[in-house]
């Protein structure tokens, strides 16, 4: 029980934060903005904060209960802590954006451009940290047809993924003093290289062993 005190513990605080400020804020919240920091999305403030908190438990429920059902879940006594890092990491995110969207609505000038690649970064460099040791199963890491059918090929693609995640997320940090076209094409280059290269590397690696 002492992994769910947690998670559980930061969607509590979250659930309070809203009933506490709901009364002052508008009826319409703004929930998405643009690269350039403009919003461009709204909804209604009771939507924002059932969608918000629904998307929390969801990460809970389903992070904590999927090793359960994974064909090997044995795996997953090898990288339990890591594991758990991961979804209270992923749960804090959710929380700060939850304060964020919060404190925009009520009149703070929040920098909200910024503060998504600085987010995002972060998850980056946690998930660069402890990439390398997540063991084989069919949930969580980089998936690739290759890297689920051998363990050799799952674990130098994680290496590889590691060190990438990590570095791109610092990357993306730094991107965080840029704006403009050049950011865009920053985070845009980011994304698509932490997306293919560990598939093209697990295709490599596998062809290399067999």
């Excluded at 090997?72 to 890092?85: A, I, M």
């Excluded at 040791?133 to 047809?145: D, V």
């Excluded at 799952?154 to 950011?183: A, D, E, M, Q, Y």
């Amino acid at each position: 029980m002492k992994k769910h005190i947690i998670p559980i513990s930061i969607i509590a605080l979250t659930i309070l934060i809203w009933i506490i400020t709901y009364s002052k804020l508008p009826s319409e919240l703004p929930v998405h903005w643009n690269f350039n920091g403009e919003v461009d999305g709204y909804s209604s403030k009771l939507n924002a904060m059932l969608t918000q908190v629904a998307i929390m438990v969801l990460i809970y429920v389903s992070i904590a209960f999927l090793p359960k059902i994974d064909p090997r879940k044995k795996n997953y006594k090898y990288f339990s802590s890591s594991y758990q890092l991961i979804y209270n990491a992923l749960l804090g995110i959710f929380f700060a954006l939850n304060v964020l969207m919060i404190l925009y609505g009520l009149g703070y000038d929040i920098p909200m451009s910024a503060l998504g690649t600085v987010i995002i970064g972060v998850i980056f460099i946690v998930l660069g940290n402890v990439m390398q040791r997540i063991r084989s199963n069919f949930f969580l890491g980089l998936r690739t047809p290759w890297t689920l059918s051998n363990d050799e090929v799952w674990k130098k693609t994680h290496r590889f993924g590691g060190k990438l995640f990590f570095g791109c997320g610092i990357i993306l940090l730094l991107s965080t003093f840029l704006s403009g076209v050049l950011k865009q094409t920053i985070i845009i280059a980011v994304l698509a290289v932490v997306i293919v290269a560990p598939y093209l590397y697990s295709y490599w690696q596998f062809k290399k062993l067999s």
